[in-house]
């Protein structure tokens, strides 16, 4: 017996508690018969403005990780999104491989999709090494983005921080900000924009962009969703989040 409303996959997702923006995001793009299942880290608002209080928050998010992965294996997930940015980057490339294998443990051995390897695979599908990255953050929570990427090879061009200063207020972000800061880092020599921060509501404004820049826009929480669909073998072409869900 399968699943009733979701027999061809079912999808559990972890976000921050703070985080209101990549359940309405995901839960718009799903195919037919696929359900996707939330469960929340729970987490402080605690200031980011500084290194003390981004450290409180990755703290907080490492602790309510695997309680939260472990809230939505109860329902029998396929595969589970890790809907959080900045534990993916803090510590750098060299650390992903970790994580991710502690979270696919937490997840009882099931697919995981994080943010670094979505990312990979779309710039991949798009054949782009030449990036400019959107952030939520201040520089603290911006230099270790830009060093992710850099040590993963990618020739960051341009970043941008958008200076929220707490977990909540990173869904504040207007698509008046995110239009001027897609922008402001544009050039001729960039080949893809990326951005981070799964709590950021970017992904009509990316899809929108992409039709102007005629050039890959990859909004966070569109990314981990095409990559959980197409490792899981739904190869639907979602219209209206732009060309990655559209047409890869």
């Given at each position: 017996m399968t699943d009733s409303l979701g027999p061809r996959l079912k999808v559990g997702v972890v976000v921050p508690s703070t985080n209101t923006s990549a359940q309405p995001e995901?839960?718009?793009m799903r195919p037919d018969g696929v359900?996707?299942?939330t469960g929340r880290m729970v987490i402080d608002d605690d200031s980011m403005v500084d290194a003390p209080g981004f450290d409180r928050v990755m703290r907080?998010?490492?602790?309510?990780t695997h309680p939260a992965i472990e809230s939505v294996t109860g329902c029998d997930p396929d595969c589970v999104i890790i809907g959080v940015s900045p534990e993916s980057?803090?510590?750098?490339?060299?650390?992903?491989g970790r994580v991710l294998d502690a979270m696919r443990k937490a997840a009882g051995g099931r697919p995981v999709a994080m943010s670094p390897?979505?990312?990979?695979?779309?710039?991949?599908a798009y054949d782009a090494r030449r990036?400019?990255?959107?952030?939520?953050?201040l520089p603290v929570g911006d230099d270790s983005v830009s060093s992710f990427f850099s040590g993963s090879g990618y020739d960051l061009l341009r970043l941008q921080g958008l200076g929220r200063p707490s977990p909540a207020k990173i869904s504040h972000v207007s698509e008046t900000e995110l239009r001027d800061a897609v922008k402001a880092i544009?050039?001729?020599?960039?080949?893809?924009?990326?951005?981070?921060?799964?709590?950021?509501?970017?992904?009509?404004?990316?899809?929108?962009a992409e039709f102007w820049l005629g050039k890959p826009v990859i909004a966070n929480n569109t990314v981990l969703y095409w990559y959980a669909l197409r490792q899981n073998g739904?190869?639907?072409?979602?219209?209206?989040?732009?060309?990655?869900?559209?047409?890869?």
């Open positions: 995901l839960d718009a359900t996707n299942h907080g998010i490492r602790t309510s980057y803090w510590q750098g490339p060299g650390s992903h390897d979505a990312i990979n695979a779309a710039l991949s990036i400019a990255v959107i952030t939520p953050y544009d050039s001729a020599d960039v080949e893809a924009i990326v951005q981070v921060g799964t709590n950021v509501a970017m992904a009509r404004v990316a899809a929108a739904i190869a639907d072409p979602v219209r209206g989040f732009g060309s990655l869900l559209a047409a890869h």
